[in-house]
């Protein structure tokens, strides 16, 4: 008689619990995900200078970096310097060396220039023949460079830099014909 109540017991325990994780995984799972294909954690001590992190939210190249040496009661801190890719403003941060931050993955992409919208779109031709439509004219010398080199019907390229869902034109050149 006791092991049909025991037997109850444990399937009800494997059901609840395979409950519980289905519901934790999926509350969480689109926010792992996302988070996932954006950044990448890596300890503190593995970054280098001239490399890319996450500081205070924003990416940001690695410009300085030095490391204090462990303390009476605690661990080596590593002290980050950092330019944000999109603003050029400088960033700190002051993390122990073991502990893990987030290094966004910054990818830089050129793109060949087919039409400038008069309401300052951008439309690009992509690697794979495809076009996209959603870069705006950069203000400033940028900007002024694109117009210019299109209206003389000559090729432009941008280089576009992208990281947390973010994109940004940071380079413009004439394109060999």
Do not use: W
């Amino acid at each position: 008689q006791g092991f049909p109540f025991f037997f109850d017991l444990l399937s009800l325990a494997s059901s609840f619990a395979s409950l519980h994780q289905r519901k934790n995984n999926n509350s969480s799972s689109t926010r792992k995900m996302s988070n996932a294909s954006l950044t990448i954690p890596t300890q503190c001590s593995a970054l280098k200078k001239g490399g890319h992190v996450l500081i205070k939210g924003k990416p940001c190249k690695i410009v300085d970096m030095s490391t204090s040496k462990t303390g009476k009661h605690g661990s080596a801190k590593v002290h980050l310097v950092g330019i944000d890719i999109f603003t050029g403003k400088k960033c700190e941060e002051i993390s122990p060396s073991t502990a893990n931050m987030d290094v966004p993955e910054v990818k830089r992409s050129e793109y060949q220039v087919i039409n400038v919208g008069d309401d300052g779109t951008l439309e690009v031709l992509l690697q794979d023949g495809s076009t996209k439509g959603d870069l705006n004219v950069p203000e400033g010398e940028l900007g002024e460079k694109i117009r210019t080199l299109f209206d003389e019907g000559k090729d432009v390229l941008i280089t576009v830099i992208a990281a947390m869902e973010q994109e940004m034109i940071k380079e413009v050149k004439e394109g060999k014909e």
